[in-house]
């Protein structure tokens, strides 16, 4: 499954900040999903790099990808979190602010 982890999403992971905005340039899709470990390292889901960025906490990443375009309200495909939802589980109070401010759905 490692072979469907996308750049993007690979730079995230990473916090690699200059990575995902050279990325972003490319252009790359920013509401592709991609496939990441759950936080345990057990288990394989799909999400998008603003939901990988909301979910560790990577606020100048959610950022660029707000400003890219990236879908919001978007739900993890296993879960059912939106980016929202996992900043306010991680207590990213800082992301949770940014994604409210930008138009995500508090509902």
Known sequence: MQGD???LTLAVLEGEVELVGSLIRCP??????S???DDNKRVW????ALITASRLGHLQIVLLLV???AHL???DLNLGKSPLHWACNKNHTPIASE???AGASVN
């Open 5 to 7: 982890i996308s750049p």
């Open 28 to 33: 790359v899709n920013v509401n592709a999903t």
């Open 35 to 37: 496939y990441v470990y």
């Open 45 to 48: 889901r799909r999400e998008t």
């Open 67 to 69: 400003e890219a375009g």
């Open 73 to 75: 309200d978007v739900s």
């Open 99 to 101: 994604l409210i401010k």
